[in-house]
T-cell receptor
Framework: GQSLEQPSEVTAVEGAIVQINCTYQ??????LSWYQQHDGGAPTFLSY????GLEETGRFSSFLSRSDSYGYLLLQELQMKDSASYFC??????????FGSGTKLNVKP | GAVVSQHPSRVICKSGTSVKIECRSL??????MFWYRQFPKKSLMLMAT?????????EQGVEKDKFLINHASLTLSTLTVTSAHPEDSSFYIC????????????FGPGTRLTVT
C-alpha cells in the first residue's frame, strides 16, 4: 500500500520561511505533488516533482529526493493568506493519486 | 482556464434517500475524473477513478453499489449516493485531469452532504 507522513500542524510568523516535510512509501512511484486547501475550499495545485531536485514557483519551492523517499514544500516570505492546509500527494502506477493527511499552517502576524 | 464545477454545493437529505452530485469540467475535456471524500480536518480519500465511457474503478473499501459513478461525457461525471445514511455525511470533492498521465488535478469546490 501507500503511506505518507507529514507534520499535522506548523506555526510561523509573517515574513518567515517554513518548510513542510513529506516522507512516503509506495510502489510504482511516479511523482510527488503539493496542494493547498483553505478551510471550506477546494484543493489547488502548487507544484510537482518527478525528478530529484528543487522546483521553484515564486515564493513556493518544492524538493524531491527519490532515493530518500522524501520531499518538502518551502514557503518563503510568508503572508497571512498562506494560512491553509498543505497536502503532499504521491502519484503512483501512472494514474493513481494518494494524499497525505495534510499540514495545517498557521501564519501569525 | 481549467475550471471544475460541482453541483450542488450543499445538500441535506433524509436517511434512505439518494443524492446525485454533478461534476463538470467547464473549459476542458476531462479524460479522467476522480471522486474524493474528505472528513473534517482530514485528508482526501480517493473513492474512485472514472474514465469517459467506461466503468469506474473503485478503491478498496468503497461500495460501488452504494456510490454509483457515471462518466457520461468528457465534461460530466456524476456520483450518486444511494440509500444514504448519516455516516455518509461528508465533503465530497471531484477532480479532473485534461490528459492521461497529467500530474495536475483540477478540483471542484466540493459538495457538503448532510444526511439526517
Amino acid at each position: 500500500g501507500q503511506s505518507l507522513e507529514q507534520p499535522s500542524e506548523v506555526t510561523a510568523v509573517e515574513g518567515a520561511i517554513v518548510q513542510i516535510n513529506c516522507t512516503y512509501q509506495t510502489s510504482g512511484f511516479y511523482g510527488l505533488s503539493w496542494y493547498q486547501q483553505h478551510d471550506g475550499g477546494a484543493p489547488t495545485f502548487l507544484s510537482y516533482n518527478a525528478l530529484d531536485g528543487l522546483e521553484e514557483t515564486g515564493r513556493f519551492s518544492s524538493f524531491l529526493s527519490r532515493s530518500d523517499s522524501y520531499g518538502y514544500l518551502l514557503l518563503q516570505e510568508l503572508q497571512m493568506k498562506d494560512s491553509a492546509s498543505y497536502f503532499c500527494a504521491v502519484i503512483y502506477n501512472f494514474n493513481k493519486f494518494y494524499f497525505g493527511s495534510g499540514t495545517k499552517l498557521n501564519v501569525k502576524p | 482556464g481549467a475550471v471544475v464545477s460541482q453541483h450542488p454545493s450543499r445538500v441535506i437529505c433524509k436517511s434512505g434517500t439518494s443524492v446525485k452530485i454533478e461534476c463538470r469540467s467547464l473549459d476542458f475535456q476531462a479524460t479522467t475524473m476522480f471522486w474524493y471524500r474528505q472528513f473534517p480536518k482530514k485528508s482526501l480519500m480517493l473513492m474512485a477513478t472514472s474514465n469517459e465511457g467506461s466503468k469506474a474503478t473503485y478503491e478498496q473499501g468503497v461500495e460501488k453499489d452504494k456510490f454509483l459513478i457515471n462518466h457520461a461525457s468528457l465534461t460530466l461525471s456524476t456520483l450518486t449516493v444511494t440509500s444514504a445514511h448519516p455516516e455518509d455525511s461528508s465533503f465530497y470533492i471531484c477532480s479532473a485531469r485534461d490528459r492521461a498521465g497529467a500530474y495536475e488535478q483540477y478540483f471542484g469546490p466540493g459538495t457538503r452532504l448532510t444526511v439526517t
